[in-house]
């Protein structure tokens, strides 16, 4: 069946270190998303990517970047973690399209706290 | 400014309630979302409208694009629906999503 999974699923980092939160999707889907989740911000997105090589910037995109180098994966990594990326991270992907096409399907989540 | 309000942010019900959850919206739309999300739990899509209305089994998702206000019904509670709400927009020509806070649902048996 085809899936979205997100790995590791819980990583503990320092300040100042390199992290990258891997997202593999076999939905063939074009656009894929990366989240965060907090307490009293809600789900606030990062980056987003409509297709091979296109990444955006979203609402919260200071300190990560994303490649995209084929359909299926879309790495998020920190550049130099801070203890305020702390958070719950939430990757998704849709087909894009009209109607149904752009419904959102996420993954587990990846829990990254940051000493 | 939230582009998305959603209300109440908490809600406790006995089970068998009818439940409504509410959710406004300042902005134009393609489409509009309702997520759900169990605790410690992922994301899950619960319905996707652009009008009217959708249902599946106990959920109902109404959507009045003229007032851009939305609401989630839930018939017969039962405490397995006791979950987070998440109403989330597509903006007119984008593809990602907006969310407002969400809404946490408690089922009493």
């Known amino acids: 069946d085809a899936e979205i999974t997100q790995s590791p699923r819980h990583k503990i980092t320092e300040t100042g270190r390199q992290v990258t939160l891997a997202c593999h999707q076999t939905w063939n889907h074009n656009n894929m998303f990366w989240y965060r989740q907090d307490l009293g911000h809600g789900l606030r997105l990062i980056h987003y990517?409509?297709?091979?090589?296109?990444?955006n910037k979203g609402e919260v995109s200071d300190g990560y970047s994303v490649s995209r180098s084929n359909t299926e994966d879309l790495p998020l990594t920190l550049e130099s973690a801070a203890s305020s990326q702390t958070s719950v991270y939430f990757c998704?992907?849709?087909?894009?399209?009209?109607?149904?096409?752009?419904?959102?399907?996420f993954g587990p989540g990846t829990r990254l706290t940051v000493l | 400014k939230n582009e998305v309000e959603q209300s109440p942010q908490n809600l406790t019900a006995q089970e068998g309630e009818f439940i409504t959850i509410n959710c406004s919206y300042s902005?134009?739309?393609?489409?509009l979302h309702w997520l759900q999300q169990h605790p410690g739990g992922g994301i899950v899509s619960l319905f996707m409208?652009?009008?009217g209305k959708k249902k599946h089994g106990r959920l109902i998702a109404t959507i009045n694009i003229q007032e851009k206000h939305s609401s989630l019904h839930i018939t017969a509670s039962h405490p397995r629906d006791s979950a987070v709400y998440i109403c989330a927009l597509t903006g007119a020509g984008s593809y990602q999503l907006t969310f407002g806070k969400g809404t946490k649902l408690s089922v009493i048996p």
């Open positions: 998704a992907s849709s087909l894009a399209g009209a109607g149904n096409d752009n419904e959102q399907f």
């Open positions: 990517s409509y297709g091979v090589h296109d990444t």
């Open positions: 409208l652009s009008s």
């Open positions: 902005v134009g739309i393609s489409a």
